[in-house]
């Protein structure tokens, strides 16, 4: 029944879905200073706008361990968004370029590169 309701058809291809993942996890990893730094801009920003929702400076100096540590944790979940755009931008371009059977194998590519890349450059860090 809840179907006659829409008016238009939405279809998702899951090879999309599976090679724009696939890319974000290759981007989030190849650039994983860039993450760093959305995931404390967004941080910054959601301690700045939580401030906003307390009148007392005791009850907002009380919860705020609890309440940063919470926004840490929304601002790396929501820090992957950016990333999947740009991956879904990159799989469509593979798709438009090599055909769309390559898209996958691409993306594990990608993924693959960008997961030894980073491992060689924390490990360049640590030496």
């Not at 309701?5 to 990893?29: E, K, M, N, Q, R």
């Not at 860039?34 to 967004?42: A, G, H, M, P, R």
């Not at 990159?90 to 693959?112: K, Q």
Request: aromatic share 14%; with cysteine; proline share 2%.
């Amino acid at each position: 029944m809840s179907i006659d309701l829409l008016v238009f058809s939405v279809t998702v291809d899951p090879t999309a879905i599976a090679g724009a993942c696939l890319w974000a996890l290759a981007l989030y990893l190849g650039f994983s200073p860039i993450s760093d730094w959305t995931i404390e801009q967004l941080s910054r920003w959601f301690n700045f706008a939580e401030r906003s929702l307390y009148s007392s400076i005791e009850e907002f100096e009380r919860t705020r361990s609890a309440r940063e540590s919470q926004n840490a944790f929304y601002a790396s979940i929501l820090s992957i968004f950016p990333f999947l755009g740009v991956g879904a931008v990159c799989n469509f371009g593979v798709e438009l370029g090599l055909g769309r059977s390559w898209a996958i194998s691409m993306g594990v590519l990608a993924c693959i590169g960008c997961g030894v890349y980073e491992l060689g450059r924390r490990d360049g860090q640590n030496s």
